[in-house]
Structure formats: structure tokens, C-alpha cells
């Protein structure tokens, strides 16, 4: 005949973490917040610093995003390793790509 309920409810996924409204709009204004910010950056000269500031800015919105609205916060720790070792190949493909720009012979001379 049929399986008991409790059978069938073993087998069924886990249950989904609910987020509530206030969370999303808390993490809204603040990507709104660190958006104002960015641009409001753009108006001064840190020097050297520019692109750290810029990074520094992106990263933060990057990591609110991924963390809530693709809920890697509420997921298992196999997610974060996933994250980790993607962020891990990106770090060593810019640094490869850093290598090779470095190596070369600056200014380039214009071909003859």
C-alpha cells in the first residue's frame, strides 16, 4: 500500500530558511548606502589608493549580495567552500594576468 507520512517526509528536501522583509531592506539600503558612497568617492584623488578604495567598495556590495539575496549565508559550509575555491582560482588567474603585464617591456614601442 502507501508508505507511512513520516517516511515520506524524511526523504523530502530540508526545509528553505525563511529571510524576512526587514533583513532584504536593511541589506537594500545598504548597497543603496555603499552605491552613494562609490560615487561619491569618485570626486576625490586618494592617489595609489584609488583603486583600493574602489575595490574596497565593490567587494562589500559583492559580499552583501552573494551572503542574502543568493543566500549563501543560510546554506550548508560545502557552499562556502565553493565560494572560497572560486575566489581562490580568480585571485591566482589575476595574479597570473598581473605576471604577464608586469613582464612587459613598457612603454611598448609601435611596430615597424
Known amino acids: 500500500m502507501s508508505e507511512p507520512a513520516a517516511a515520506r517526509t524524511e526523504t523530502a528536501s530540508p526545509p528553505h530558511h525563511v529571510v524576512s522583509g526587514r533583513v532584504y531592506l536593511a541589506v537594500f539600503a545598504a548597497l543603496c548606502l555603499l552605491t552613494a558612497v562609490s560615487v561619491i568617492v569618485t570626486g576625490y584623488d586618494f592617489g595609489p589608493l584609488n583603486l583600493l ?37 580568480f585571485v591566482i588567474l589575476v595574479f597570473l594576468t598581473m605576471t604577464d603585464y608586469v613582464s612587459r617591456p613598457w612603454p611598448l614601442a609601435p611596430a615597424r
Open 53 to 89: 578604495v574602489a575595490l574596497g567598495v565593490s567587494v562589500a556590495k559583492s559580499t552583501l549580495v552573494v551572503l542574502y539575496f543568493m543566500h549563501a549565508r543560510y546554506r550548508p559550509k560545502l557552499t562556502g567552500v565553493v565560494i572560497a575555491a572560486a575566489l581562490g582560482v
